[in-house]
T-cell receptor, first 113, second 111 residues
């Protein structure tokens, strides 16, 4: 069964600290993997996309990694800010089948001053 | 309009009533989707449309119907709402690269 699992479920950190969020998937065949940020009461917004051949991609203070062999991805947030408080969702797109996008349940991040 | 919009923002509905959630995009994307988001669960696909005039069932289609008369609009209808349909509903569209763009969501409560 195609699945996407994220950890931790929730995380609290102090402003200025770094953190890393994890995503493991079993989706096959694999097309790409995206990380989305979802602010409370809003729709998800794309942060990064990783394809099979990419290992690392950065978007400002966000850096995503992908290990296609172990089917693991991580999202590293550097020098966290209060505005980083949100849910971060890992989404894997399969290259076949009706349900092309498989969503993780997200990691809820809270950054405290 | 910039991007994708949904209406209403929120709604409280009596069980058994009919309700249509509206979704409009101005990006000329061919593919559109309806998801529901429930606490502790990932977004689950209700229905999708690969292009105007076609629709398909997703993971949780029962109790919902959609239509796609044109590229821009993709309404979701609950024919007879039940309390288990209480959720936050997100409409999305995707570009040729497959990147999904989400609307702001509709919070629906069925009593």
């Amino acid at each position: 069964k195609n699945q996407v699992e994220q950890s931790p479920q929730s995380l609290i950190i102090l402003e200025g600290k770094n953190c890393t969020l994890q995503c493991n998937y079993t989706v096959s065949p694999f097309s790409n993997l995206r990380w989305y940020k979802q602010d409370t009461g809003r729709g998800p917004v794309s942060l990064t996309i990783m394809t099979f051949s990419e290992n690392t991609k950065s978007n400002g203070r966000y850096t995503a990694t992908l290990d296609a062999d172990t089917k693991q991805s991580s999202l590293h947030i550097t020098a966290s800010q209060l505005s980083d408080s949100a849910s971060y969702i890992c989404v894997v797109r399969g290259s076949s089948g009706t349900y092309k996008y498989i969503f993780g349940t997200g990691t809820r991040l809270k950054v405290l001053a | 309009i910039a991007g994708i919009t949904q209406a209403p923002t929120s709604q409280i509905l009596a069980a058994g009533r009919r309700m249509t959630l509206r979704c409009t995009q101005d990006m000329r994307h061919n593919a559109m989707y309806w998801y529901r988001q429930d606490l502790g669960l990932g977004l689950r696909l209700i229905h999708y449309s690969n292009t105007a005039g076609t629709t398909g069932k997703g993971e949780v289609p029962d109790g919902y119907s959609v239509s796609r008369a044109n590229t821009d609009d993709f309404p979701l209808t609950l024919a007879s709402a039940v309390p288990s349909q209480t959720s936050v509903y997100f409409c999305a569209s995707s570009d040729l690269r497959g990147e999904q763009f989400f609307g702001p969501g509709t919070r629906l409560t069925v009593l």
